[in-house]
Nanobody, 124 residues
Framework: QVQLVESGGGLVHAGGSLRLSCAASGRSFSMYAMAWFRQAPGREREFVAGIIRGGSSSYVADSVKGRFTISRDNAKNTVYLQMNSLKPEDTAIYYC?????????????????WGQGTQVTVSS
């Protein structure tokens, strides 16, 4: 099992940047593929970015391509989401998720473990 705790959310003006962190506790963090999802009010939770277990490959949603970057530090049991050029439509609660499966996954249902979320608000 793994427990996930997100941090780094907040209020930022459009065009600004934030870096989210997700600290994992438990066993064998490096054996989990990780991802970030987000959920805006009245909308379904959506995939933002993912990274495979070893960290050599990552992938992002088209809506954030070129602006967001996911990375991980297995020595620190932490995954990051660097968000640049933020837009008001990026406003949402951002969730960290983990799966012990090998590969790349874009669906909520593929992930077994979730954090409590961190709020990101982008003002225009």
């Amino acid at each position: 099992q793994v427990q996930l705790v997100e941090s780094g959310g907040g209020l930022v003006h459009a065009g600004g940047s934030l870096r989210l962190s997700c600290a994992a506790s438990g066993r064998s963090f490096s054996m989990y593929a990780m991802a970030w999802f987000r959920q805006a009010p009245g909308r379904e939770r959506e995939f933002v970015a993912g990274i495979i277990r070893g960290g050599s490959s990552s992938y992002v949603a088209d809506s954030v391509k070129g602006r967001f970057t996911i990375s991980r530090d297995n020595a620190k049991n932490t995954v990051y989401l660097q968000m640049n050029s933020l837009k008001p439509e990026d406003t949402a609660i951002y969730y960290c998720a983990a799966t012990p499966r090998v590969g790349s996954y874009y669906s909520n249902g593929e992930y077994s473990y979730w954090g409590q979320g961190t709020q990101v608000t982008v003002s225009s």
